[in-house]
Structures are given as structure tokens and as C-alpha cells.
């Protein structure tokens, strides 16, 4: 299910329970809680997010919106078709490089066009795919890290309402008024919790997601180099490749010819 998805069933979630109390979102809003939580926050993020990798840190805040989990059958597929088209001697294959499958192949067959042996290019394509993962680890970890931080500037938020309430309390201030203040001290709390377990948080554990998935998909195309620095056919391809992927996503490439 999409980040996106995510948030908007929350937000119909938080609304369908201030219409069943009969409350309109005017009640839970308050400056000084928003200035607390969200400019604490900020100010954290400018420290623990990885900025010196800000170019793929925006990268996976954009795959959040609009990423689709790539297709393993599709990928196996062009991956056969690149062997057959490089058996062939054809050069001219085409490559989308914003993808690490896409691009450990493109890298892979260049390597074997420079007498890279094979063992040697599975070496290079490891490292380059690590340090590739290793860089969207750091990014997920630094989105949950920083979820530790808006809950406790949500609390000061609180507390520096309490405060307010107390000192009302000694001037002599209406029970009615007392309780409305309390209310509104809690809203930095609420607020708190809302931006660490629906916003920062779940972007951790998706981009933590992304990264998985990308780790397969980049160690399926690793696979597909070495079947062809191999020299293996399209069949032993094929049955190598279907080993990495669930029952549906294989591929069977005999069914296809006899099916044109």
C-alpha cells in the first residue's frame, strides 16, 4: 500500500472521530503547539538528516509519492532479452539508468566488454550496489531516528501550557476556563505523536521497504551479468533467474514462442 494511500486513510480516520465527537478541527488547532513540535523538528531534521547525500535523500521522498514495486517477471524478461540481444552482438540496448537494476546491468555489460572476468565483475557489481543500499539504509534510519524527537517537543509544547494554566489558576480563574486550557495544553502533545507515527516514522519504514526491494531486484540483475559473462543460454537463464522469484513471477520463455 502507497505512503500516500497511508496518510490519506489516517486523515479520514482523525476526521471520522472528530465528527463522531462532534468537534470541528478548529478545536485542535493551537499556535504555540505548532510552533513547539514542527519548529523543534525542523531544526532536529537540519541536524540528523544525511544532507551531505541530499540528492537521493529527495529521490526516496519522491519515490514515497509515486513509487510502484517494479515487476520481477518484467525484469527477468528484459533481463533474457539482453542476453539474447548481447549474444547476438547487438550493442544498442537500451537502459533506464534512475533505476540500480538498469544500471548494474548497463555497468555489467560494460565490464565484460573490457575483459573483466567474471568473478572480477561480481566483486565490482557488489560493492557498487552496497554502497548504493548502504546510502538508502542511512536514509531510512535517519527518517526513524528523527520520529524519536517530535513526541518529547510535543511534551514541552504541553508543558509550557501547563505552566499558562497555573499561573491562570492563582489570578483566579474559572473552573470552565480551566479545563479549555488543559485542552488546548495537550494539543502540542497530540501533535507530537501525530507527526512521528503518521508522518516521519512511516517514511522510515517505507523507504526501508523501497530499499529491500531494490536490494532484490539489484542482486537479480547482478545474476543476469554473470549468466552472461557465462556464456549460459537462454534456457539456463531462464531457470536460474526463476529461482530468485516467487512461483508467479517466473518466466517461461518456451510457453511464450509456442503461444506465437
Known amino acids: 500500500m502507497g505512503y500516500l494511500l497511508s496518510l490519506f486513510i489516517a486523515t479520514a480516520a482523525i476526521f471520522a472521530s472528530l465528527y463522531h465527537l462532534d468537534q470541528g478541527p478548529e478545536r485542535l488547532w493551537d499556535f504555540v503547539a505548532f510552533a513547539m513540535v514542527v519548529g523543534g523538528t525542523i531544526a ?16 526516496y521522498l519522491k519515490k514515497l509519492m509515486i513509487y510502484w514495486q517494479p515487476s520481477k517477471k518484467a525484469f527477468i524478461q528484459k533481463s533474457l532479452s539482453v542476453l539474447q540481444n548481447f549474444s547476438l552482438g547487438h550493442s544498442n ?8 537494476e ?4 548497463s555497468d555489467g555489460l560494460e565490464l565484460i566488454h573490457l575483459d573483466f572476468k567474471a568473478d572480477e565483475i561480481e566483486v565490482i557489481l557488489h560493492e557498487r550496489l552496497q554502497s548504493y543500499l548502504q546510502t538508502g539504509k542511512s536514509i531510512s534510519n535517519s527518517f526513524r531516528s528523527l520520529a524519536k524527537y517530535p513526541p518529547a517537543f510535543g511534551l514541552a509544547g504541553t508543558v509550557f501550557g501547563l505552566v499558562e494554566l497555573m499561573r491562570a489558576v492563582s489570578t483566579g480563574m474559572p473552573a470552565q476556563e480551566t479545563g479549555i ?3 488546548i495544553a495537550l494539543v502540542a502533545t497530540l501533535y507530537g505523536l501525530l507527526m512521528a507515527n503518521l508522518f516521519i516514522n512511516p517514511a522510515g519504514e517505507a523507504i526501508e521497504k523501497i530499499v529491500n526491494e531494490e536490494e532484490k ?3 537479480l540483475a547482478i545474476q543476469s551479468i554473470m549468466l552472461i559473462a557465462q556464456g549460459s543460454n537462454l534456457l539456463q ?10 512461483v508467479d ?5 518456451l510457453q511464450g514462442e509456442a503461444s506465437a
Do not use: C
Not at 538498469?102 to 546491468?105: E, H, I, M, R, V
Open 44 to 59: 532536529v531534521a537540519a541536524v540528523v538528516l544525511p544532507w551531505s547525500n541530499s540528492k537521493a535523500m529527495f529521490k
Open 249 to 253: 513471477e517466473r518466466v517461461n520463455i
Open 237 to 246: 537463464a531462464q531457470e536460474v533467474l526463476n529461482s530468485y522469484v516467487s
Open 181 to 183: 486550557k488543559m485542552a
Open 217 to 219: 531486484s539489484g542482486t
Open 93 to 100: 540496448i537500451n537502459f533506464n539508468l534512475n533505476t540500480i
Open 102 to 105: 538498469d544500471q548494474l546491468l
